[in-house]
């Protein structure tokens, strides 16, 4: 049986399925991008949770991240914000991932230029999502 942690990370995986881009999970960049952008889900770290006593349970603020990576020769610029816009729209068509986790918030996207040797340059940007969620331990 899965953790709660590994259910909310699949669960943001199958909720970001739907759009244009292709949408991976912790794979490595790769040599090329489609046409409609690409996204990495990064499992991230679950971080020091916060304990309540009787009962017992961790609560928890994951940041996983999702790196938006599109490839153009121009409007890159506005290829990428079209992107990021998709990613929010599927963010905030449910925030509890069907009930799984309290809440996913994502945070500002940080953008990058990343120069490739004798092809169109890759725009980027990284997206923090804070998964915020409860277990009755550590490892469940």
């Given at each position: 049986m899965p953790t709660t942690r590994e259910t909310i990370l699949a669960a943001l995986h199958v909720q970001l399925q739907p759009l244009a881009a292709l949408?991976?999970?912790?794979?490595?960049?790769p040599e090329r991008i489609p046409a409609t952008g690409?996204?990495?889900?990064?499992?991230?770290?679950?971080?020091?949770?916060?304990?309540t006593l009787s009962p017992l349970r961790y609560h928890y603020q994951h940041r996983a991240e999702l790196e938006a990576v599109v490839q153009?020769?121009?409007?890159?610029?506005?290829?990428?914000?079209?992107?990021?816009?998709?990613?929010?729209t599927a963010l905030e068509a449910d925030r509890t991932l069907g009930g799984l986790c309290d809440w996913i918030e994502p945070d500002a996207p940080a953008s990058v230029d990343l120069p490739v040797e004798g092809a169109a340059a890759l725009?980027?940007?990284?997206?923090?999502?804070?998964?915020?969620?409860?277990?009755?331990?550590?490892?469940?």
């Open positions: 949408v991976l999970r912790d794979e490595v960049l690409l996204i990495i889900l990064r499992d991230g770290h679950p971080g020091e949770p916060e304990v153009a020769g121009t409007g890159r610029a506005s290829a990428l914000d079209d992107l990021i816009a998709s990613i929010g725009k980027a940007a990284v997206i923090a999502v804070v998964l915020h969620y409860t277990t009755t331990g550590p490892l469940a």
